[in-house]
């Protein structure tokens, strides 16, 4: 049998705690503030972007959505963010990716205070996580960890397989997962005897985004199976694995939809709330 992780339940929970944060540091007169900025009509970042502000009005941080037009120039978007690293009411600022092709998603990035970029993308912050002394981890590594010590699965010692080596999940989940003593390997498009490889993992967490690409063959009996994919067959969200064949060898699975992703969101409202904490003088 096994653990099917409910990535909605951990999920409430972990947000209930913030929620309740966030009231405490309002009755002290300190407000939480999120700055979104979306450029271009991108249906995913569009809808990801509807979810964050949700997420933000549920918890009683206040969000503030800058919605620009596709043809925005670099200077406009560069002046937008220098504002709002100047405003002490925003705490966090967040540029969705993709951004459109006329526009350097690495000069923006470094544009963001590292102080307030909850998503952790600035090189400064990536530093911070390599050498293990941080504030804010991108959202999806930090909730696949935080999954973990919610289900009390142990890293230590344990082998971690990590597919794909992405600057937003899969190289600093491999960082988290060495900082919890893991044993990590990455893979990716090179990897040489992928399934050996898997075969070898007590802990395979998988950001491919290609379906059923993890399949059982490649999986060891009782092995953990985190999957980040979310992919569209035929209009219904799946992830990379084949969860009906996968999840009988597993002892635990996060399922899709309902695992990972609402564990992303939830993420980005503890760094929000870690950045006005921060930023407040309440974390030293
Ligand atoms: N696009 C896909 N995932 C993310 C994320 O975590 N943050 C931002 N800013 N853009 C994304």
């Given at each position: 049998m096994y653990k099917r992780i409910d990535g909605k339940a951990i999920s409430a929970d972990v947000r209930a705690g913030i929620a309740e944060e966030v009231k405490a540091l309002n009755q002290q007169g300190v407000s939480v503030g999120l700055a979104v900025i979306i450029v271009g009509e991108d249906p995913a970042s569009k809808i990801y972007v509807a979810n964050k502000k949700k997420a933000c009005a549920a918890l009683g941080i206040v969000s503030e959505e800058y919605a620009l037009?596709?043809?925005?120039?670099e200077a406009t978007l560069l002046h937008l963010i220098d504002e709002l690293n100047h405003?002490?009411?925003?705490?966090g600022i967040l540029c969705q990716l993709p951004?459109?092709?006329?526009?350097?998603e690495k000069k923006v990035i470094n544009a963001i205070l590292p102080a307030k970029d909850v998503d952790a993308f600035h090189p400064q912050n990536v530093g911070h996580i390599m050498i293990g002394?941080?504030?804010?981890?991108?959202c999806t590594p930090a909730g696949i960890i935080e999954m973990l010590h919610h289900e009390d699965?142990?890293?230590?010692g344990k082998n971690c397989v990590v597919l794909g080596r992405s600057n937003i999940v899969g190289k600093p989940m491999a960082m988290l997962l060495m900082h919890e003593n893991g044993t990590v390997t990455v893979t990716h498009r090179?990897?040489?005897?992928l399934k050996e490889v898997c075969l070898n993992a007590d802990i395979l967490v998988s950001s491919?985004?290609?379906?059923?690409?993890?399949?059982?063959?490649m999986v060891k009996e009782g092995a953990v199976v985190i999957d980040v994919g979310i992919n569209r067959v035929d209009g219904k969200v799946c992830g990379d694995v084949d969860f009906d064949r996968v999840a009988e060898k597993t002892s635990a699975i996060t399922p899709v939809?309902?695992?990972v992703g609402p564990m992303t969101i939830t993420m980005l409202m503890k760094n929000t709330l870690t950045a006005a904490k921060r930023q407040n003088g309440i974390l030293k």
């Open positions: 037009p596709e043809d925005t120039d405003r002490k009411e925003i705490n951004l459109p092709k006329h526009l350097d002394d941080f504030d804010f981890v991108p699965i142990s890293v230590e090179k990897t040489k005897n491919v985004g290609k379906p059923n690409f993890v399949t059982a063959d939809p309902g695992g």
